[in-house]
């Protein structure tokens, strides 16, 4: 699912970035992705669909999770259902 992301990584980005799958709600996002510190950015699109509070919570708490003080997190959605 993430291979054609990997790919554009792979070809445009440093050699220290990756990608990597992270369940939503997961206890401790940075031992889940093998992390010893926190990273400096975060970049999710269309991460969540539908409207379930349930999703947009544990999204909300693995960042905050995931993110240290000088973490920058970006996420692009677009809500597609009413």
């Known amino acids: 699912m993430l291979g054609l992301l990997?790919?554009?990584v792979d070809a445009n980005?440093?050699?220290d970035s990756r990608v990597e799958k992270l369940?939503?709600?997961a206890t401790n996002p940075l031992k889940a992705l093998g992390l010893k510190s926190h990273p400096d950015l975060v970049m999710a699109s269309d991460v969540?669909?539908?409207n379930d509070p349930a999703k947009w919570t544990n999204l909300v708490q693995t960042m905050r999770d995931l993110a240290g003080p000088n973490t920058l997190v970006l996420i692009a959605n677009v809500q597609r259902y009413p």
């Open 13 to 15: 980005a440093s050699s």
């Open 6 to 8: 990997k790919e554009n």
């Open 48 to 50: 969540v669909y539908g």
């Open 23 to 25: 369940v939503w709600g």
